[in-house]
Nanobody, 121 residues
């Protein structure tokens, strides 16, 4: 059973960097069949795919967030990390990490429980 768990601060000030870590158990992030994704859901809105990292370490980003987003990994800890720069209140959302078989939204088979991030001064 694959399990994913998000961790990070729940409150970030505007203009700062949001940093979240996803710890994976029950499966390796270097498994060549999967992508490891970050997805968010702002209040009252739908899911938004932010980006993903593949088994080789290749990264993929949503065009709308690419200039502010960085995804990296630590294979020794089986973790991958999201950094979102220059946050604004519009980045307030429930943030999820997930395992997927394709890049983009719609092929996720395992999800973390989600972590709420609020951007506010």
């Amino acid at each position: 059973q694959v399990q994913l768990q998000e961790s990070g601060p729940g409150l970030v000030k505007p203009s700062q960097t949001l940093s979240l870590t996803c710890t994976v158990s029950g499966g390796s992030i270097t498994n060549k069949y999967y992508y490891w994704s970050w997805i968010r859901q702002p209040p009252g809105k739908g899911l938004e795919w932010m980006g993903a990292i593949g088994a080789s370490g290749s990264t993929y980003y949503s065009p709308s967030l690419k200039s502010r987003t960085s995804i990296s990994r630590d294979t020794s800890k089986n973790q991958f990390t999201l950094q979102l720069n220059s946050v604004t209140p519009e980045d307030t959302a429930l943030y999820y990490c997930a395992r997927a078989v394709n890049v983009g939204l719609g092929s996720e088979d395992y999800w973390g429980q989600g972590t709420q991030v609020t951007v506010s001064s």
